[in-house]
T-cell receptor, first 113, second 113 residues
Framework: AAGVIQSPRHLIKEKRETATLKCYPIPRHDTVYWYQQGPGQDPQFLISFYEKMQSDKGSIPDRFSAQQFSDYHSELNMSSLELGDSALYFC????????????FGSGTRLTVV | DQQVKQNSPSLSVQEGRISILNCDYTNSMFDYFLWYKKYPAEGPTFLISISSIKDKNEDGRFTVFLNKSAKHLSLHIVPSQPGDSAVYFCAASARGGADGLTFGKGTHLIIQP
């Protein structure tokens, strides 16, 4: 079965650079969520989109922005990267209201040097 | 302030016995609870969920119990198998799923042969 696809799997950037992470949800899922998991931490909710509109906002820094496109894929844009942004970034998708389908991708490991 | 708490960072259980993972929450607005299993370098995998209108949900070897008055839920795995060794995250949501999930810090379950 198709899963949530994230790209790239690994990314190394220097401080103050920008990064773009991509997420391709499961077909027919209408909601995308972004999470950040720092080393030894629990996943922290960043932002979500439902039907291409921002649905909810968590602890997303102002330096980050995200959007969901007409094909439902989503991109997380991160600017002025800081060392503390190094983390695993997970995307999840679901069909709104169907919790058993809330599926995570394998994540993008971002390392800021 | 951690709204979802998993107070045991790790738990060791013998193969074939019952594993009980505990989770406490503080936000009385949470109305849906989920358990995820996570292996290193992979995204969280959905295991089982429970709505706040229920007190028990069972799926094969996995059972989740919810005690709303105590704001406590637990995941029972019986019998425990070596493949169950992973980090288990408890997660909660308010507003019927319109929000991102709030995760606990996880419990590392180790199944000993």
């Amino acid at each position: 079965a198709a899963g949530v696809i994230q790209s790239p799997r690994h990314l190394i950037k220097e401080k103050r650079e920008t990064a773009t992470l991509k997420c391709y949800p499961i077909p027919r899922h209408d909601t995308v969520y972004w999470y950040q998991q720092g080393p030894g931490q629990d996943p922290q909710f960043l932002i979500s989109f439902y039907e291409k509109m921002q649905s909810d906002k968590g602890s997303i820094p102002d330096r980050f922005s995200a959007q969901q496109f007409s094909d439902y894929h989503s991109e997380l844009n991160m600017s002025s990267l800081e060392l503390g942004d190094s983390a695993l970034y997970f995307c999840a998708s679901s069909k709104r209201g169907l919790w058993y389908g809330y599926t995570f991708g394998s994540g993008t490991r971002l390392t800021v040097v | 302030d951690q709204q979802v708490k998993q107070n045991s960072p790790s738990l060791s259980v013998q193969e074939g016995r019952i594993s009980i993972l505990n989770c406490d929450y503080t936000n009385s607005m949470f109305d849906y609870f989920l358990w995820y299993k996570k292996y290193p370098a992979e995204g969280p995998t959905f295991l089982i969920s429970i709505s706040s209108i229920k007190d028990k949900n069972e799926d094969g070897r996995f059972t989740v119990f919810l005690n709303k008055s105590a704001k406590h839920l637990s995941l029972h795995i019986v019998p425990s198998q070596p493949g169950d060794s992973a980090v288990y995250f408890c997660a909660a949501s308010a507003r019927g799923g319109a929000d991102g999930l709030t995760f606990g810090k996880g419990t590392h379950l180790i199944i000993q042969p």
